[in-house]
């Protein structure tokens, strides 16, 4: 639209002269045509490391979410936003619209300070309940905006499956989603800062102001956000801050990143309007980047629907003797249930057609310490949120899109194929060696009945039902499995 005023990602020279630029060059001179991949699997730590970004930036920060709560750690980012732009930094904040509610004050506040633009993606007009927007344009408001990445001066970006919400960052009471993010630096962050350009300029994403019809209180804000930052609960969070400090090491050059090619995956923002070409979908650019697999592939997503072609697909692959294992929630540590009636209908499949299956079992709500996890699934927590897989021990996924038909044909959705033998076998010796602690192994009986096996200090112990649920929450999903409703989960 005309009136949306312009703007774009640094230019490599521009970005360049920046502290993060100057300390990233000669690794990435040292490195030609690699990126600079480290993991961040633990919550908190991640968490922390978005603060230092934030604190690092001195001229862009594009920040891209689904979801953003006015939650503990997302005022504390609001917050780092807000002191990048009074150092004067250019802040571009785009968020789906589908959970902002609460927020909008926040939002169009932040929008009216000289220095940040926040649009929303696929925006209710209505802005009290979202029922609404889904009632009188449900074909629009049902595709929302799922990518995820936080980038300072075109230079560092964190990308993964973390939305911004304490549950994923273990600053909740009771509940915290085991998750994975990566923080790159190199030729893939150039690549990622003109995806987030073409997003923001799409027709999709409109300015907070044309949206939100509130007026800002530059104060009030102001307020809250010293309160927060000072309050007891958030002293507590972030004790543990020197444990991370993981951009001061990529500043002062002794960060141990993992150099490898890397290319970004990410669905045309006009699949936000239903109006994508197949070539400019992930789904597509996945098949062609990552090919055909010859010898195994790992796979670990929250909410897993392979769906009939998918069931398909993965069995094809294990009677072609590719061995091919699953990580998915069990029924008790899922929080959508409806999706879980999805996988479920299929499991018995995907078992007789040679798939190995693993349902992450409901655990304490426990950030593990040290924040650098042993590995990529080294957070431990009641759901599993991460969004990875490895192919033949030599390529990675990591990212927003789960292995259902929303990501697939509904949400827009962003990640990396990162060629990296060294993380490819951090995520098979977490199958090899974690999983199955923390997870249940499903298997079938010899009458086509499924039991799940479950490792303890005593030995192993055998459910023949999903272990930890009751009976009217195993019969509702079944009566979902018979819905024909898969296209929506």
């Given at each position: ?36 991949i480290y993991a961040l699997p ?207 090491e990529l500043l002062e050059g ?64 294990a009677q072609k003797g590719v ?167």
């Amino acid at each position: 639209m005309a009136d949306r005023p312009h703007s774009s990602a640094l230019s490599p020279q521009e970005s360049r002269q920046t502290a993060l630029g100057q300390s990233i060059a000669p690794l990435a001179k040292a490195h030609p045509e690699k990126s600079g991949i480290y993991a961040l699997p633990s919550g908190a730590g991640s968490f922390i490391t978005r603060l230092e970004l934030a604190e690092a930036s001195e001229s862009t920060l594009d920040v891209q979410y689904y979801i953003w709560r006015g939650d503990l750690t997302g005022m504390l980012l609001f917050g780092a936003l807000q002191e990048a732009a009074e150092r004067g930094v250019r802040v571009r904040l785009l968020l789906d619209d589908f959970t902002t509610r609460s927020i909008d004050q926040t939002l169009i506040t932040l929008h009216d300070h000289e220095n940040i633009e926040v649009r929303l993606f696929n925006p209710f007009v209505y802005r009290g309940s979202r029922a609404w927007g889904f009632i009188t344009d449900f074909s629009r408001a049902n595709r929302r905006m799922h990518n995820k990445s936080f980038t300072a001066d075109a230079q560092a970006t964190i990308i993964g499956g973390r939305n911004i919400d304490d549950s994923y960052f273990g600053a909740a009471d009771g509940y915290l989603f085991a998750d994975l993010d990566v923080l790159a630096v190199g030729p893939v962050v150039r690549e990622l800062s003109g995806d987030f350009d073409r997003y923001w300029v799409s027709y999709s994403a409109y300015p907070a102001d044309r949206i939100i019809h509130k007026s800002p209180d530059p104060q009030k804000l102001c307020s809250k956000l010293h309160d927060v930052r000072q309050s007891r609960e958030a002293e507590t969070f972030l004790s543990g801050a020197q444990e991370g400090m993981v951009i001061r090491e990529l500043l002062e050059g002794t960060l141990d990143l993992i150099w490898a090619p890397t290319r970004i995956v990410s669905d045309d923002p006009a699949k936000g309007l239903g109006l994508a070409k197949p070539e400019g979908l992930i789904g597509h650019q996945l098949q062609t980047i990552i090919g055909v697999p010859t010898t195994d592939v790992e796979l670990v997503s929250p909410y897993f629907v392979p769906t009939q072609a998918g069931t398909r697909a993965l069995v094809a692959l294990a009677q072609k003797g590719v061995e091919v294992r699953v990580l998915t929630n069990s029924l008790d540590a899922t929080n959508v249930p409806l999706v879980h009636s999805g996988y479920a209908k299929r499991r018995k499949a995907l078992l007789r057609g040679g798939v190995t299956l693993y349902e992450m079992k409901r655990l304490p709500a426990v950030e593990e310490r040290p924040m650098r996890g042993p590995g990529p699934l080294g957070s431990s927590g009641s759901s599993l949120h991460a969004k990875t897989f490895s192919v033949d021990r030599k390529r990675v996924f990591v990212g927003s899109f789960n292995f259902d038909p929303r990501s697939v044909n509904l949400n827009t959705e962003l990640g990396l194929v990162i060629k990296s033998p060294e993380l490819a076998s951090q995520i098979e010796q977490s199958f090899t060696a974690r999983v199955p602690e923390n997870a249940y192994e499903v298997r079938l009986d010899d009458r086509g009945r499924l039991y799940w096996l479950e490792q303890t200090k005593e030995g192993i112990i055998r459910h023949d039902r999903e272990p930890n649920t009751g009976f009217w929450q195993r019969q509702r999903v079944r009566f979902f499995a018979f819905m024909p409703i898969e296209w929506l989960l």
